[in-house]
């Protein structure tokens, strides 16, 4: 009699899970009873990854075994796929590959992240710079007068209007906001000027007033 026996296989599926993050997909498959050396991970030519694996149950001739597929991703990297078996679970790394276009935004990214604090502090230097240029005009603007052209003047003035717009491209944002601020300071002194003359107008009006009061007082009295 023959002693040698059949083995019986029973096949099962096991539960999986696939975890997609950033930079990687993990699967993982639940195979409990399982050794390493039972487990087989192999990745085909099509981008295709088979995991199977079988182990005996028991000291009878029967085992239990599984094969499984699962597409990988278009940007995986395949050459950098690992698995490993803890605690019963099965976990499959498949990293991801950077495109050109990511690594140019991460680059980018980091150049702002450096230029970022000295951008800040050019800014508020500036700011300073112009607080200050705004005092100093405004201290200045009723201390100049206005001065007339001699004819000798007048006739260079003409002699450069062809050059008039390159001036213009010369002047530097410290004389645009000088004259801004003498600006201002005149519109405040016209505003100041403004209500001191409704002022006098307002006492003249009631001294006239009162004063035709009391004529009227009078004349009735007589």
């Given at each position: 009699m023959?002693?040698?026996?059949?083995?019986?296989?029973?096949?099962?599926?096991?539960s999986?899970?696939?975890?997609?993050e950033?930079?990687?997909d993990?699967?993982?498959?639940?195979?409990q009873g399982?050794k390493?050396?039972?487990?087989r991970?192999?990745?085909n030519k099509?981008?295709?990854?088979?995991i199977?694996?079988?182990r005996?149950?028991?000291?009878?001739?029967?085992?239990?075994?599984?094969?499984?597929?699962?597409?990988?991703?278009?940007n995986?990297d395949?050459?950098?796929?690992?698995?490993?078996?803890e605690?019963?679970?099965?976990?499959?790394?498949?990293?991801?590959?950077i495109t050109?276009?990511?690594?140019?935004d991460n680059?980018?990214i980091?150049?702002?992240?450096?230029?970022?604090?000295a951008?800040?502090?050019?800014?508020?230097?500036?700011r300073?710079?112009?607080s200050?240029?705004?005092?100093?005009?405004t201290?200045?603007?009723s201390k100049?007068?206005p001065?007339?052209?001699s004819?000798?003047?007048?006739?260079q003035t003409?002699?450069?209007?062809?050059?008039?717009?390159?001036?213009?491209?010369?002047?530097?944002?410290?004389?645009?906001i000088?004259?801004?601020?003498?600006?201002?300071?005149?519109?405040?002194?016209?505003?100041?000027?403004?209500?001191?003359?409704?002022?006098?107008?307002?006492?003249?009006?009631?001294?006239?007033y009162v004063?035709?009061?009391?004529?009227?007082?009078?004349?009735?009295?007589?």
């Open positions: 023959d002693s040698t026996q059949t083995q019986v296989y029973e096949d099962f599926v096991p999986t899970k696939l975890v997609q950033e930079h990687l993990t699967l993982h498959l639940t195979l399982f390493k050396e039972e487990l991970v192999e990745l099509t981008g295709t990854l088979k199977s694996g079988q005996p149950v028991g000291k009878s001739n029967k085992w239990r075994r599984f094969q499984k597929e699962f597409p990988v991703a278009v995986c395949r050459s950098k796929i690992s698995a490993k078996l605690n019963g679970i099965l976990h499959v790394i498949q990293p991801k590959m050109s276009s990511e690594k140019k680059k980018l980091a150049t702002l992240a450096e230029n970022t604090p951008a800040n502090r050019q800014t508020t230097t500036l300073d710079e112009f200050k240029q705004d005092n100093a005009g201290n200045t603007c100049e007068e001065k007339t052209n004819p000798k003047n007048s006739e003409e002699g450069k209007s062809s050059s008039s717009s390159s001036s213009y491209s010369e002047w530097t944002d410290d004389e645009t000088g004259k801004v601020s003498c600006l201002a300071a005149n519109m405040k002194k016209t505003r100041k000027v403004m209500k001191m003359i409704l002022v006098a107008l307002s006492v003249l009006g009631i001294g006239l004063a035709n009061v009391m004529n009227s007082a009078n004349g009735v009295e007589e």
